[in-house]
């Protein structure tokens, strides 16, 4: 977590601030599947940001989903403020592969990096190097790079709209 969050920071030349949600993740949880519902971890981090104009990012362990998928890796808002991503498909020996902590954090940059995308209004991309590449099964994680193509980036700097935020060297601040 400690080096996600640097890394979130330098990379998109934010302020990160950690914190434990104040909510019960558990009332996310679908008894009849087994895994939590990531729309409404997406509705618990708003509540809990309501007076706050920053962006949340849920990391989790837990396996999510949507009605609609078997699985999920993250959800975002699009353009919104809040994202959550699951580490609970990421590691390779959950496929019965060896154990590789640098590709589990390679791939938790990339879904992070990915959901927060779609908090600054960008939908999948073609492009198969760019990170907002829509990813259905781990592999295709590994197959992108762990930021935007040069088209999303400019939606990404273009997304900065608030008035307040000081003209310093960020890329995007908020
Ligand atoms: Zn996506
Ligand atoms: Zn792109």
């Known amino acids: 977590m400690d080096r996600l969050a640097t890394r979130l920071g330098e990379s998109f030349g934010l302020e ?3 914190k434990m949600p104040s909510f019960d993740p558990e009332t996310a949880f679908d008894k009849s599947r087994g895994q939590y519902n990531s729309t ?3 509705r ?3 509540l809990e940001m309501a007076e706050s104009s ?10 999510l989903f949507v009605p609609v998928l078997t699985y999920v890796f993250g959800e975002a808002q699009l353009g919104g403020s ?10 390779p020996e959950v496929y019965g592969l060896p154990k590789n902590d640098e590709l589990l954090y390679d791939r938790l940059v990339k879904e992070a990096v990915h959901e927060l995308g779609h908090c600054f209004g960008l ?3 073609a492009n198969p190097a760019c990170v907002m590449r829509s990813s259905t099964y781990v592999e295709d994680i590994d197959l992108k790079e762990a930021w935007y193509c040069l088209v999303c980036e400019q939606t990404v700097n273009a ?12 890329r995007f601040g908020r």
């Not at 920053?54 to 396996?63: F, M, R, S, W, Y």
């Not at 809040?82 to 590691?91: D, I, T, Y």
């Not at 997304?159 to 960020?170: F, H």
Request: charge should be neutral; glycine fraction near 6%.
């Open 44 to 46: 618990l981090l708003l």
């Open 54 to 63: 920053e962006l949340v990012l849920g990391v989790t362990g837990a396996d």
């Open 123 to 125: 939908v999948h991309c």
């Open 40 to 42: 409404i971890l997406l």
């Open 16 to 18: 990160i601030h950690r």
């Open 82 to 91: 809040a994202a959550v991503v699951s580490m609970n498909r990421l590691p």
């Open 159 to 170: 997304s900065e709209k608030t008035p307040e935020s000081p003209p310093s060297g960020r």
